[in-house]
């Protein structure tokens, strides 16, 4: 059993950065790709960035391509999402989830954080 806590989030204005970490415990981070993911208000959760267990490969939604980047210190069992260039449609609760396939499917993924709210002002 993984158990994942995101923190970082906060409200920032367009065009500001933040970066989102989640830390694992109670399983052994370098076993699992990771994913993050989001959630706007009214919305699915959407797919934003996932890593694979040695760091060396990820893959990002065409929305944040560019702007967000996904990173991991497996000595740290912590998972990273860097932002920057936000945008107000980049507003959501943001989930990482942790995964022993490697894919961009919610489904795939077993266990999930809490999640932290991104609010970015225009």
């Known amino acids: 059993q993984v158990q994942l806590v995101e923190s970082g989030g906060g409200l920032v204005q367009a065009g500001g950065s933040l970066r989102l970490s989640c830390a694992a415990s109670?399983?052994?981070?370098?076993?699992?790709?990771m994913g993050w993911f989001r959630q706007a208000p009214g919305k699915e959760r959407e797919f934003v960035a996932t890593i694979s267990w040695t760091g060396d490969s990820a893959t990002y939604a065409d929305s944040v391509k560019g702007r967000f980047t996904v990173s991991r210190d497996n000595a740290k069992s912590t998972l990273y999402l860097q932002m920057n260039s936000l945008k107000p449609e980049d507003t959501a609760v943001y989930y990482c989830?942790?995964?022993?396939?490697?894919?961009?499917?919610?489904?795939?993924?077993?266990?999930w954080g809490q999640g932290t709210q991104v609010t970015v002002s225009s």
């Open positions: 989830a942790a995964t022993r396939t490697s894919s961009t499917r919610d489904a795939r993924y077993a266990y």
């Open positions: 109670g399983g052994t981070f370098s076993y699992f790709n």
